[in-house]
């Protein structure tokens, strides 16, 4: 069970971050919107809400999940692959502090984005992407294991993190798009598919009774509804357009 989660307020600047898509600029008064419905999904979810102000300085960094990894025990801060979003860790190490004794930290020239962070139970999957380096995954598998976890480095094909294509329902399901599907390392799970036009929706988050998926992805609701659980659909345009999803836009701990 979940008990807290941290969220940031995305500010002004948010309309200025990187983004790859072709979806056009942000909204800011609707992202403010979807940003609120968000904070009440996840507590519906009954978890405490950290709720932290905008940052105009770092226009990502709406985007918690990418500066650290946590577990129940520790937290590591994670040094972020793109250079306007390094900082970010700067601002979440205090907060952090507040709720965690210890603290691991990835080093340069290692660099890895929470977003290439998979846990499974007591196994973390860590992605080699365009943000998250070999030498930052090597760092987190050692410490994960020096911790008593177990990891394993997953080089990315196509996605742009980790969880843009996978997530982990609990009760040994994973659900899967595009590359992920049938890949050898999640051989062991069962997989709920995404299909490449609702791949979207592959980065959804569990959070206790309820799985947070994104609004309009009627396949992906039903085959989770058929396996059993409760969904909560958001609206999810805003952040599309900044490559952003569900998981991103909290620290789940
Ligand atoms: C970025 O490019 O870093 C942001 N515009 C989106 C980050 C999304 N984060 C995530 O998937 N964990």
Redesign the pocket.
């Known amino acids: 069970m979940f008990k807290n989660v941290i969220v940031k307020t995305p500010g002004k600047s948010y309309v200025n971050?990187?983004?790859t898509s072709d979806l056009g600029k942000p909204d800011y008064d609707k992202l403010l919107e979807q940003h609120d419905a968000y904070v009440e999904a996840l507590k519906k979810c009954g978890v405490a809400v950290t709720h932290l102000p905008a940052s105009e300085e770092f226009p990502?960094s709406t985007?918690v999940?990418?500066t650290a990894v946590l577990t129940p025990e520790f937290a590591v801060i994670s040094n972020p692959g793109?250079d306007s979003?390094n900082g970010e860790i700067k601002e979440m190490e205090p907060v952090l502090k507040e709720f965690y004794d210890k603290l691991h930290y990835i080093k340069a020239p290692g660099t890895l984005?929470?977003?290439d962070v998979l846990q499974v139970e007591d196994h973390f999957y860590v992605g080699i992407s365009e943000r998250t380096n070999e030498e930052g995954a090597r760092q987190f598998k050692e410490i994960m294991e020096s911790e008593g976890y177990k990891a394993t480095i997953v080089p990315l094909e196509k996605f742009?993190?980790l969880?843009?294509g996978i997530a982990y329902l609990g009760n040994n399901l994973i659900v899967a798009a595009g590359e992920f599907i049938g890949h050898p390392d999640f051989a062991q799970y069962d997989q709920l598919t995404v299909s490449a036009e609702d791949e979207y929706s592959a980065n959804c988050i569990l959070v206790n009774d309820y799985v947070i998926i994104p609004k309009g992805y009627e396949e992906t609701k039903r085959k989770m509804n058929e396996a059993g659980y409760k969904t909560i659909e958001l609206e999810m345009s805003e952040f599309q357009k900044?490559?952003?999803?569900l998981?991103?836009l909290s620290l789940r701990f």
């Open positions: 971050g990187l983004t990502d985007f999940e990418d793109a979003r984005d929470g977003g742009f993190h969880k843009t900044q490559d952003g999803g998981s991103c």
